[in-house]
């Protein structure tokens, strides 16, 4: 093999590769209703107070508190009702000393007014109320900016979105949102011996499985897949191939085809595109070492093994954390993990991770990790699995028995 | 309150729920490449044998096993190359006995030959190819059939496709899939206090939050939500609303206002629409006592409470699940959990869940989940939370330094 050949462990790899390229993040301002999961591009400072009118929490009766004061069942204190707050209008009325109103849940409290009485706590007497206990001024009650004062932080620039999230930028009248672009992926597909799925493969070739297990992965991590097709183990053509990834997207994926003449040629056409060109070429990594990590006209570029067990594992690794990056989001928003029992022990040469794809199961209300072995060519190891655990890189294997961390798909 | 007040605990609410309607699960076929997250409607059988031929894991040469036995690097075994299997081609040669063939990961064996040897264990001697290991019959070849067999069960009906699921249909030549449909969620926004969030709401009125949190809850669950508007608390108008919510969706929320007066009026538009009506009225639950769970005509309809952090709540409990339920998912994929400890004691009454809002924290490599004890009526709570934890039934509370679950947002 002609290539300089640097096996880095999985860490430094990423650490190249990311020290090696400036994320130069887009953005765009989209309805805030369709905004979930999407980064946000700016601080969030609340526009106004929220509520902007004072609350009540409960049914019952706006009160004046110093009125009630020491009122119990054995002397309760005797109020005038002199009206009904209407619900969403400003009451007409104040409340003087010796007053009360009837007051529902979200109601604005009248002028004079500053608690609630809950309407157990009372009871109707001719044209006003009893009032059965004493409550503390602003008991039941939302105060004006008790939800969120105007000119607070809200919510940080690199937040993805949530559902209430959505509902708190609502509240505030935000129906617009400044977002970070999703980052484009080009995904390339190589090998002589790869078909179109929609194919019947000849003796000899397989249907292209890893476009779209890439394709399907990049939208899961919040990127937006670009199928460039499969591209043959010809140079001039894979060249072009990636040139036209560059132009279109933020990212480039090369599926390298499984021989080695083919990662050859990848290799080489990623040196060739421009520079840096190729970081990594080798990660200590089981399986997928014949990974190569380059970074191009600041575009990172990624040239996947092709069996596809390979695939989905330096995708989550390598690729996946990419893509958060160039969403804006914060790098801890990695991937769903779970403690589980390993139930078989897993052997591993040290220097090395080992990725061993697992079955979960819940037996007597505990999960366990059931370790798939399998060849790595085999897309349907990964069918049947939930997650990966990982051998870290200084162990000689993980034992039965012991709980390990499983990398959920 | 005129209606029949039956306060259940969560787990018996939904199961009154879930046996009082069924399941009329309608199924679309739809490209593979865009099936991720979709509920598969069918068991797929594999069509056919994967791989169609015998592949090598390796580069190397194809032999025939018992021409290498014995092989050392004291005495290698001599083998005749009688040619190079081209990617993706079928071999137009067979090995006869003392024969072998340069072939590359992936390559297919040409007929004759049962085994590979690694590159590594070889060394060229003039035309030929000394072996300097031997190699077990089948080793590193992947056999016609290995990876999955013709008729083998490959996907369940009710499997949500994962992405190495869509490589894995794909390596089938399964370009096009049945799923079931996503189920329609029609929300309803009621209160006369409540506005559009494009507007500036007038003293006494707030702006719309439950149906775009309800709205991004729906679309996170796997359902596609039907914006149906706010409702003015009216009788007619709100029948109107639910019927139309009935005829386009598979599920209805209503988003009632806080005042009691219109959670009755929700409770007596459900029963009006017709049979069962209404199923459960409270829940043992806080944030969240006055939920309303009914049937109507098969569709499950919800009467969820207007306040921002029981919406929440009740729509993970009830509505999630019945989403879910209408995609044809398994019930067991709820909502992810953590766990974490707890890092200030939460008091409860018995005989009632309490969902408490939580913070998630890592200090020095522990989760600790920090309670935000906030009024439920305020969205901010709820947007500085990361989950909820869960005061069971029969607790009065948990304490600080716990091990708690929490239901992550």
Same mark, same amino acid.
């Given at each position: 093999?002609?290539?300089?050949?640097?096996?880095?462990?999985?860490?430094?790899?990423?650490?190249?590769?990311?020290?090696?390229?400036?994320?130069?993040?887009?953005?765009?301002?989209?309805?805030?209703?369709?905004?979930?999961?999407?980064?946000?591009?700016?601080?969030?400072?609340?526009?106004?107070?929220?509520?902007?009118?004072?609350?009540?929490?409960?049914?019952?009766?706006?009160?004046?508190?110093?009125?009630?004061?020491?009122?119990?069942?054995?002397?309760?204190?005797?109020?005038?009702?002199?009206?009904?707050? @209407?619900?969403?209008?400003?009451?007409?009325?104040?409340?003087?000393?010796?007053?009360?109103?009837?007051?529902?849940?979200?109601?604005?409290?009248?002028?004079?007014?500053?608690?609630?009485?809950?309407?157990?706590?009372?009871?109707?007497?001719?044209?006003?109320?009893?009032?059965?206990?004493p409550v503390a001024v602003g008991e039941n009650v939302i105060q004006v900016g008790e939800d969120i004062r105007q000119g607070t932080a809200v919510l940080a620039r690199g937040h993805?979105?949530?559902?209430?999230?959505?509902?708190?930028?609502?509240?505030?009248?935000?129906?617009?949102?400044?977002?970070?672009?999703?980052?484009?992926?080009?995904?390339?597909?190589?090998?002589?011996?790869?078909?179109?799925?929609?194919?019947?493969?000849?003796?000899?070739?397989?249907?292209d499985i890893n476009t779209y297990t890439c394709s399907a992965l990049t939208a899961r991590a919040g990127?937006?897949?670009?199928?460039?097709?499969?591209?043959?183990?010809?140079?001039?053509?894979?060249?072009?191939?990636?040139?036209?990834?560059?132009?279109?997207?933020?990212?480039? @994926?090369?599926?390298?085809?499984?021989?080695?003449?083919?990662?050859?040629?990848?290799?080489?056409?990623?040196?060739?595109?421009?520079?840096?060109? @190729?970081?990594?070429?080798?990660?200590?990594?089981?399986?997928?070492?014949?990974?190569?990590?380059?970074?191009?006209?600041?575009?990172?570029?990624?040239?996947?093994?092709?069996?596809?067990?390979?695939?989905?594992?330096?995708?989550?690794?390598?690729?996946?954390?990419?893509?958060?990056?160039?969403?804006?989001?914060?790098?801890?928003?990695?991937?769903?993990?779970?403690?589980?029992?390993?139930?078989?022990?897993?052997?591993?040469?040290?220097?090395?991770?080992?990725?061993?794809?697992?079955?979960?199961?819940?037996?007597?209300?505990?999960?366990?990790?059931?370790?798939?072995?399998?060849?790595?060519?085999?897309?349907?190891?990964?069918?049947?699995?939930?997650?990966?655990?990982?051998?870290?890189?200084?162990?000689?294997?993980?034992?039965?028995?012991?709980?390990?961390?499983?990398?959920?798909?």
């Amino acid at each position: 093999m002609p290539e300089f050949f640097e096996v880095l462990p999985p860490k430094e790899a990423y650490q190249k590769l990311e020290g090696s390229y400036t994320p130069r993040l887009k953005t765009e301002e989209i309805p805030t209703a369709e905004a979930l999961d999407r980064v946000l591009a700016v601080d969030i400072l609340s526009p106004e107070d929220l509520p902007a009118f004072p609350r009540s929490t409960m049914d019952g009766y706006a009160v004046r508190a110093e009125d009630v004061y020491g009122a119990s069942e054995g002397l309760p204190a005797y109020l005038e009702v002199v009206g009904e707050v @209407i619900m969403g209008a400003e009451p007409p009325f104040a409340l003087r000393s010796g007053q009360a109103a009837i007051i529902f849940t979200g109601g604005m409290l009248p002028r004079g007014a500053n608690a609630v009485v809950m309407v157990e706590n009372t009871q109707v007497l001719g044209e006003g109320v009893e009032v059965l206990r004493p409550v503390a001024v602003g008991e039941n009650v939302i105060q004006v900016g008790e939800d969120i004062r105007q000119g607070t932080a809200v919510l940080a620039r690199g937040h993805p979105l949530q559902p209430q999230d959505i509902g708190g930028l609502m509240a505030l009248g935000i129906i617009r949102v400044p977002v970070y672009r999703k980052p484009r992926v080009a995904i390339i597909s190589t090998g002589d011996e790869v078909v179109s799925p929609g194919q019947k493969p000849p003796a000899g070739k397989v249907r292209d499985i890893n476009t779209y297990t890439c394709s399907a992965l990049t939208a899961r991590a919040g990127g937006i897949p670009l199928l460039m097709g499969i591209i043959p183990d010809d140079r001039a053509a894979l060249l072009d191939a990636c040139r036209q990834g560059m132009e279109q997207a933020d990212i480039v @994926i090369i599926s390298a085809g499984s021989s080695v003449s083919t990662r050859d040629l990848t290799a080489q056409v990623i040196n060739s595109l421009g520079k840096p060109g @190729i970081l990594v070429h080798g990660v200590a990594i089981r399986p997928g070492k014949p990974t190569v990590l380059g970074v191009v006209e600041n575009v990172p570029i990624f040239g996947l093994p092709g069996n596809p067990v390979s695939a989905v594992v330096l995708f989550t690794l390598f690729v996946a954390p990419t893509i958060r990056r160039l969403s804006g989001a914060p790098a801890a928003s990695s991937g769903r993990t779970v403690t589980a029992r390993l139930t078989h022990s897993i052997a591993s040469v040290a220097g090395r991770e080992d990725y061993v794809p697992v079955r979960l199961l819940e037996v007597q209300g505990e999960l366990l990790a059931e370790p798939i072995f399998g060849k790595s060519n085999l897309i349907f190891t990964l069918v049947r699995a939930e997650g990966t655990v990982r051998v870290p890189l200084d162990q000689g294997g993980l034992s039965a028995g012991e709980m390990v961390e499983v990398l959920i798909f």
